[in-house]
């Protein structure tokens, strides 16, 4: 099992900027890529950033410029560095991890862009 605590979220005005952290505790060696999801009411999840082993990223489109997803191997955290923040980004935004045979979910921060 793998357990993920996320931390971060918060109220910001449109145009400004959030750090979402996401520390992985249990069985992390069998992940091999982590990211972040984001979901709003009535709405699927949708993936926003995913960084694998190898350090490679990709982004949503909605988010490419804007976001910036990063990993801290010794402290087993991944961030996500949101910057120019729109209303549209309003969601409740989860962390995942991928293994071999399961995904992992935390529960969920609220970020709220608002002015």
């Known amino acids: 099992q793998v357990q993920l605590v996320e931390s971060g979220g918060g109220l910001v005005q449109p145009g400004g900027s959030l750090r979402l952290s996401c520390t992985a505790s249990g069985r992390i060696f069998s992940i091999y890529a982590m990211g972040w999801y984001r979901q709003t009411p009535g709405n699927q999840r949708k993936r926003v950033a995913i960084?694998?082993?190898?350090?490679?990223?990709t982004y949503a489109d909605s988010v490419k410029g804007r976001f910036t997803i990063s990993r801290d191997n010794a402290k087993n955290t991944v961030y996500l560095q949101m910057t120019s923040l729109e209303p549209e980004d309003t969601a409740v935004y989860y962390c995942?991890?991928?293994?071999?045979?399961?995904?992992?979910w935390g529960q969920g921060t609220q970020v709220t862009v608002s002015s």
């Open positions: 995942n991890a991928e293994g071999p045979a399961n995904d992992y």
């Open positions: 960084i694998n082993n190898n350090d490679h990223t």
